[in-house]
Every structure is written in structure tokens, then in C-alpha cells.
């Protein structure tokens, strides 16, 4: 998008009064004439902005892109930048080659389709245009690399406060699912750039099911999945979703780095679904059965089952019903 296209964007996007021809045309130093052309050309790209008569142009729907969003966003440093492309392979591998090119901690990767989304345990994670949110965080935390698990209860907090925004009943799944009604709406991959000792960036992913596909969901996703408007009983848009996603993650993680992560656990702990039920995890070729207990200083979950406390670092949780 041309630079004075974004900009136009952007001033209509961070209000709801209409912004005038002229007064566009002045900030930018263009003609009346020239502004109109820009609005048509966004128009075409399927944005809706209207014209009312004597006042100037309102943006009438949904736009992702980054000067919007970064117009929007009430955050210090997450978001900025924000990079929202139209297709990449997936935003954590993108955000991950931008790190190793020296990118600050805050950017964040959007696109509207990835052609090789990731889940945890080699799992695909499709991203369909404007069904779905797909979106990675660059972080540079000063924290030893076995403490980076933390990252996804921390993110998995924020997810959880952010999108109970929209529709109530969302819970965590031990260590990185959204559920509703135990169906999946959202989950999160963090992935790390490590050498000893010291962490270089993290990525957080995170992927949202905003609105059900139209063609119905993929044949090859694992459990049942539910999406944000369903729940919420409205379409959701991936623009407000994103922006209350990343304002939640720059609140809870800047907490979790002056304050520890106790109370984020606390958190984590309030609003996961497996309370008091019975519980197996498939942890590397074998299933453990138990009730999930705890978690412990560093994220891991403690499992109560017949021969005592389990230790779980890793695995998927399955809750038995
Ligand atoms: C999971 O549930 O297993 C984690 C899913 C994480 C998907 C997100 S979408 C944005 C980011 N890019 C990826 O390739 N994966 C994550």
C-alpha cells in the first residue's frame, strides 16, 4: 500500500467522526482531487468508506493493517512495528528470521494466510484469509533459556484476558490451548533462539479461530474446534481481536518481568479448565492419568496420580470426561 494510502487509512481508522477531503489533503500535501483517487483505490480493495455529505469520509469496516492497528494500539513496545503480510510461509518463522536480522523486542508478525502454520508436536495450524488470526511476537526477555516456558503460560494468560473480552467461558488447557466447551479456539507456539545460558528472542505465536471457516473445518485437526464469533454470538473482527491480544500480552508479560512469575501462575491457575478433573497425558510414549494439582516455579504441571506427584514438562493433555 502506498505510503499516503496507509496514512489515509490510519486517520480514518483512529476515529469514528468523519476525517474531510481537505483536511487530508492538507496534511499530505496533495490535491482534494488526489485524496479522492486514494479513497477509491481502497475501495476497490474491498474497504468500505463512505462519504458524508459536507464532513468527509468514515471507514465503514474491518481493516487489518498495520497502520491501523498500530494507530490503535494503547502498547509501549508490543506491535511496534506490526507487520501484517499477505502470505507468508508461517509469522513465527518470519518473526524469527527478523530477529536474527537484529529486530527490537515488540514486533509483530500478522498474516492472512500461512502456507506452513505450526502447531506444538509438528502439527499443521491452518490460516485461512479473514477466518483466522495469525500472529507472532518478538521477544527479548533476559531470562535463562529453562525459564522460557514460562512465556506460554504468561502469553496463555494474556490470550485468556483478551478474548474473554469477547464471549465469557473461555478457559486454558495445560500448557498452551484455549478452550470453550472443550473445543479449541485458540493456541499458542513459542518457539527460542537459545545459547548457553542466555536467551536471544523468543517467539510467541498465536493463533486465533475468529470466524469458522466457510468451507468448514480442515479434516486433519486433532480435536473439536470452535471459533470467536460462534461464542461470542457476533462477528468478532481480527482487528479488535488483535488489538486486545496485544495490549493483554504487553500488560501480563511487562508484570511477569518486574513481579516474577507467581502471580501469573495465580492467574494461569484461576482460569484453567482441567479443575479438579481427572486428566491423561501423553508425555513422550507414555500416558499418565492423574488430577491436575499445580503448576510449579517454572510452568511445569505437577499431576496427582496413584503413585504420587508427576512432574510434567511437556506432552498433550487430554481431560476425561
Ligand atoms: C497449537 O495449538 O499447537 C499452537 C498453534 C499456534 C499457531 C500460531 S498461528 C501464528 C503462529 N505461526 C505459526 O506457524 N504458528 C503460530
Not at 74 to 89: A, H, I, M, W
Amino acid at each position: 500500500m502506498s505510503k499516503q494510502r496507509d496514512i489515509i487509512l490510519a486517520r480514518l481508522a483512529a476515529g469514528s467522526r468523519p476525517v474531510s477531503g481537505d483536511r487530508l489533503a492538507l496534511e499530505l500535501g496533495i490535491s482534494r482531487a488526489g485524496v479522492w483517487k486514494h479513497i477509491e483505490t481502497l475501495r476497490r480493495q474491498g474497504i468500505r468508506i463512505e462519504a458524508v455529505t459536507g464532513r468527509g469520509y468514515v471507514l465503514c469496516s474491518e481493516v487489518l493493517a498495520a497502520s491501523v492497528l498500530e494507530t490503535r494500539l494503547k502498547t509501549r513496545f508490543v506491535g511496534r512495528p506490526c507487520l501484517v503480510l499477505d502470505e507468508v510461509d508461517s509469522t513465527n518463522s518470519e518473526a524469527m528470521r527478523l530477529a536474527s536480522e537484529g529486530a527490537e523486542e515488540g514486533l509483530t508478525v500478522i498474516a492472512h494466510r500461512q502456507t506452513r502454520g505450526r502447531g506444538r508436536l509438528g502439527r499443521n495450524w491452518h490460516t485461512f484469509a479473514d477466518d483466522g488470526l495469525a500472529m507472532s511476537i518478538l521477544l527479548r526477555p533476559n531470562l535463562p533459556p529453562e525459564h522460557v516456558s514460562q512465556l506460554t503460560l504468561v502469553a496463555g494468560v494474556a490470550c485468556h484476558q483478551a478474548l474473554s473480552n469477547f464471549a465469557p467461558g473461555i478457559r486454558l488447557k495445560w500448557p498452551n490451548d484455549l478452550l470453550h466447551n472443550g473445543r479449541k479456539l485458540a493456541g499458542i507456539l513459542t518457539e527460542m533462539r537459545a545459547e548457553p545460558g542466555h536467551v536471544q528472542a523468543v517467539v510467541i505465536g498465536i493463533g486465533v479461530n475468529v470466524r469458522a471457516p466457510a468451507n468448514g473445518w480442515p479434516a486433519d485437526i486433532t480435536q473439536p474446534a470452535t471459533d470467536l464469533s460462534s461464542i461470542a454470538g457476533k462477528p468478532v473482527s481480527r482487528l479488535e481481536t488483535a488489538t486486545r491480544l496485544l495490549e493483554s500480552l504487553e500488560a501480563i508479560y511487562v508484570d511477569f518481568l518486574e513481579n516474577g512469575f507467581a502471580a501469573v501462575s495465580e492467574q494461569w491457575w484461576q482460569a484453567h479448565a482441567t479443575s479438579g478433573k481427572p486428566v491423561r497425558v501423553h508425555d513422550g510414549g507414555r500416558y499418565i492419568t492423574g488430577i491436575a494439582d499445580s503448576l510449579d516455579a517454572d510452568g511445569a504441571l505437577l499431576l496427582r496420580t496413584e503413585n504420587g506427584i508427576e512432574r510434567i514438562i511437556a506432552g498433550d493433555l487430554e481431560i476425561m470426561t
